[in-house]
Nanobody, 119 residues
Framework: QVQVLESGGGLVQAGGSLRLSCTAFGRLVSLNAMGWYRQAPGKQRELVASITSGGRTGYAESVKGRFTITTISRDNAKNTMYLQMNSLKPEDTAVYYC???WGLGRDDWGQGTQVTVSS
């Protein structure tokens, strides 16, 4: 069964930090990339950060210098990566979703984890 599991959200004060984790497993094809997206109330889902299996990263301008996505580690067919979020701002408040991009064009999404930054 294909699963994408996220954890690490919560409530933090502005200027604080959180670390999100994402583990994806269950497909027989190789993993191409993983990424974090977020969706705030009334807004469209947007890409926050991504990383390919080769280690190439990309960040939204709004999080550059504050967020860091780690390389994808593999253990027993489970692929895990983390998003370290520092200097959080109230505008970072959103539901954060992890997406796994596999070979043959398959994408899987997690259920989302809430991040709330108070001012």
């Amino acid at each position: 069964q294909v699963q994408v599991l996220e954890s690490g959200g919560g409530l933090v004060q502005a200027g604080g930090s959180l670390r999100l984790s994402c583990t994806a497993f269950g497909r027989l094809v190789s993993l191409n990339a993983m990424g974090w997206y977020r969706q705030a109330p009334g807004k469209q889902r947007e890409l926050v950060a991504s990383i390919t299996s080769g280690g190439r990263t990309g960040y939204a301008e709004s999080v550059k210098g504050r967020f860091t996505i780690t390389t994808i580690s593999r253990d027993n067919a489970k692929n895990t990566m983390y998003l370290q979020m520092n200097s959080l701002k109230p505008e970072d408040t959103a539901v954060y979703y992890c997406k796994a991009n596999w070979g043959l064009g398959r994408d899987d999404w997690g259920q989302g984890t809430q991040v709330t930054v108070s001012s």
